[in-house]
């Protein structure tokens, strides 16, 4: 089972369960576009495929997309499939990354379209392109220490999705407001202990 975060910063009213991605299928248990079904399901993804959601063309409305850390291949697709239907083909794919290397999304520059970045636990690397298509890093810094989850959200409203992470052995919630190395800019400590999985969405009006 793998939680998904609702990356969009349009509509964020809800959160997306995935589940079944080790066996080849993944249903999306709550609505992500208010004009569409309230669950979708896939059988193309395959075992340890992980799933991704964002608004990768601009609409203002996220989607559910594919990394495939197998091939490190990340796979867009821009629609959800429609009465149970499958997410079909991707609309496009490309190569970024290094085997072992944990995706994540979020409007990382601010111009209204989500990018994919990625997180090498061994070293606390992140790093992620400006645009959603192979090639060298364009942003790439130190963040957190070995088994943080990592992630993105627009933390300060200022439209610009920044690296957060959820450290468990504390079970401490930290931000930044930059896609920069330094120290947090905030933290809190999330009530549940070391089992907690985060999901980040703008929950409420």
């Known amino acids: 089972m793998a939680l998904v975060p609702d990356e969009g910063h349009f509509a964020k009213e809800v959160s997306i369960l995935c589940t079944g991605s080790q066996t080849g299928s993944c249903t999306c248990a709550t609505p992500i ?100 298509t192979t090639g060298a890093a364009d942003v790439s810094f130190i963040w957190g220490d070995p088994a943080d989850i990592v992630f993105a959200g627009d933390w300060d409203g200022d439209m610009t999705d920044t690296v957060g992470l959820l450290r468990s052995s504390n079970s401490t919630f930290y931000w930044r407001n930059t896609n920069t190395q330094g120290v947090a800019d905030g933290s809190a400590v999330v009530p549940g202990g070391s089992t907690n999985t985060p999901v980040v969405g703008r929950f409420g009006s």
């Open 33 to 132: 576009r208010r004009d569409r079904p309230t669950s979708v399901s896939s059988s193309e993804i395959d075992p340890g495929d992980v799933p991704i959601a964002g608004d990768f063309n601009g609409d203002g409305f996220d989607t559910v997309s594919i990394y495939r850390p197998s091939n490190q291949t990340f796979y867009i697709i821009n629609d959800l499939g429609e009465d149970g239907g499958s997410l079909g083909a991707a609309d496009f794919s490309f190569v970024f990354g290094d085997p072992g290397d944990e995706p994540f999304a979020g409007d990382l520059n601010g111009d209204g379209v989500d990018e994919v970045g990625l997180h090498r636990d061994t070293t606390g690397l992140v790093y992620y392109r400006n645009t959603l």
